[in-house]
């Protein structure tokens, strides 16, 4: 019995180290000079504005555990409900700007412009939804005699308040038949785009047929590309910048070194090597 | 004193071990059911508030002549996305679930107005005879469900063009959120949650069309319609 405890308790402590290892894997030269072609695939599974009900924290201030946890998901449930009306009106008229189109219009883009990403690009797609594991798996054996493949999983939000419009991005790239991927990363992107009341934020992104909302949709993506070109490129952290940043509606303050100078945006990395496009004006 | 301690980590660890294999419960290959389940009507407790009743005007006859899928992906209904709850997530793993036939699934939900005392009548043409009616085309704008802390959100919008009086269209989107906990994310709680938003969405529409039996306007849009 304690054998299987202490086998246990490996276990778990491998898992938690596993999961406190540093996710950024940068692209090595070796790696990146083996590379003479890459499939991308960008997949965005969700179908609209996703938002839920805010962990109000009972669990937490309980000492946590079971009970904790299921007061938490009842008072979630009954404050789902109380949402549904906001919620409504958000979604609502948003629901005809679909990201995955103005993704694949981000994406030809960057097809057509020449250097504009440092591995050479032999198909993209923007996916609905992610494949099964098994085609997945297919998928990444298939790079032993074909095209590397560089999967772009991201999630679209509005943060609470309607403060700011955010892409969090993972890109994972495979090759040369490995089951490990040889460059992992975390990209987030965001822009402000509150001011006023929720009306005036709605009316403002879906103004002419929704050219706001389409615009940073479009924006999101060539960023959040362009970021990862640069740090496959190896793109060298520079000086410690500063920016605002909404998190879960509050605007905080994040520091990093920045590896790419653009008008108007700044871009660093966070001291666990995750990457940041945020606009400068932020308030 | 030492040994009941280690039983009490060996089993917090076993259980922690558990629930992450429990974790991706979800079925790929298999296609959510799509199977119509309404939750019972809620019943007033002794002593507690008063419950919301929803009841359509005697022989009130509600005509849906046509009813489709016009959800933007008809593939997938959800996904099951891993992230940790930290200012620089993002996602660490993705797995969609693909949808069963969601066209029957609205259809189903629709005919379940009967409950509030319409007389629903499905993919038939009006007819002229019926006094107290209410006309509508439908269509299932969006059904997806997801992952959010410890909890399965659906998110399901109905589409409803009203034939009003005059000939006149007036169309309204109904939205409904489900919530419920998360134990396994297992195919079978995603439906579940999926209903739920079904059904909010479902009464609010039954909510206008009692209206409209009655030979009140339809009720102003609410903000987002």
């Known amino acids: 019995m304690l054998r299987f405890l202490l086998a246990l308790a490996a276990l778990s402590a491998a898992l938690l180290l596993g999961a406190c290892a540093p996710f950024h894997r940068p692209l090595a030269a070796a790696h990146r000079a083996g590379v003479r072609e890459v499939e991308v695939r960008v997949v965005v599974a969700q179908e609209s504005f996703m938002f839920s009900a805010q962990a109000p924290g009972v669990s937490a201030a309980t000492g946590g555990g079971l009970i904790g946890a299921l007061i938490d998901s009842s008072v979630q449930q009954s404050r789902q409900k109380e949402m549904s009306a906001e919620v409504g009106a958000i979604v609502g008229p948003l629901l005809d700007y679909d990201y995955r189109f103005e993704a694949g219009l981000a994406l030809g883009e960057l097809l057509n412009a020449p250097n504009a990403f440092p591995l050479k690009i032999a198909s993209s797609q923007v996916l609905a939804g992610m494949p099964p594991k098994a085609e997945q798996d297919a998928r990444i054996a298939a790079t032993k005699t074909g095209p590397a493949y560089l999967v772009l999983l991201l999630q679209y939000a509005l943060e609470p308040g309607l403060g700011a419009f955010t892409t969090r991005t993972t890109a994972l790239l495979w090759q040369a038949g490995n089951s490990e991927p040889s460059y992992r990363s975390a990209i987030i992107f965001q822009t402000p785009i509150g001011g006023g009341t929720r009306a005036a934020v709605i009316r403002r992104l879906t103004a002419n047929d929704g050219r706001v909302i389409q615009a940073v949709m479009r924006d999101s993506l060539k960023q959040t590309l362009h970021v990862l070109g640069m740090d496959m490129a190896g793109a060298r952290s520079g000086a410690v910048r500063t920016a605002r940043f909404n998190v879960n509606g509050a605007w905080v303050t994040l520091a990093g070194n920045s590896f790419d100078e653009q008008p108007g945006r700044v871009v660093f990395r966070d001291q666990d090597g995750a990457m940041y496009s945020v606009r400068s004006t932020a308030p | ?225």
């Open chain 2, 1 to 225: 004193m030492k040994k009941p301690h280690l039983h009490r980590v060996g089993a917090a660890l076993f259980a922690l071990c558990a629930m992450a294999g429990t974790a991706h419960a979800l079925t790929e290959g298999e296609p959510l059911s799509m199977v119509y389940e309404p939750a019972p009507e809620q019943a007033q407790r002794p002593n507690g508030p008063p419950v919301e009743s929803l009841r359509a005007p005697q022989g009130c006859t509600l005509y849906l002549p046509t009813i489709e899928d016009a959800r933007s992906n008809q593939v997938h209904a959800g996904h099951l996305t891993l992230m940790l709850p930290t200012v620089h997530a993002t996602p660490r793993s993705v797995q969609s679930l693909r949808s069963g036939d969601a066209g029957a699934w609205t259809r189903d939900a629709l005919l379940s107005t009967r409950r509030y005392g319409f007389r629903t009548v499905a993919g038939a043409p009006v007819s002229p005879a019926a006094t107290r009616q209410a006309t509508a085309t439908v269509a299932l704008r969006l059904a997806h469900a997801w992952s959010a802390g410890l909890n399965l959100v659906s998110h399901v919008v109905l589409k409803a063009s009203y034939r009003l009086p005059g000939g006149e269209v007036a169309t309204r989107l109904y939205h409904g959120m489900g919530t419920r906990a998360n134990w396994a994310s297992g195919n079978s709680e995603f439906m579940s949650v999926l209903n739920l938003g079904m059904e909010e969405a479902v009464r609010g529409m039954a909510a206008d069309a009692a209206a409209l039996c009655e030979g009140k306007p339809l009720p102003a849009p609410a903000a987002g319609q």
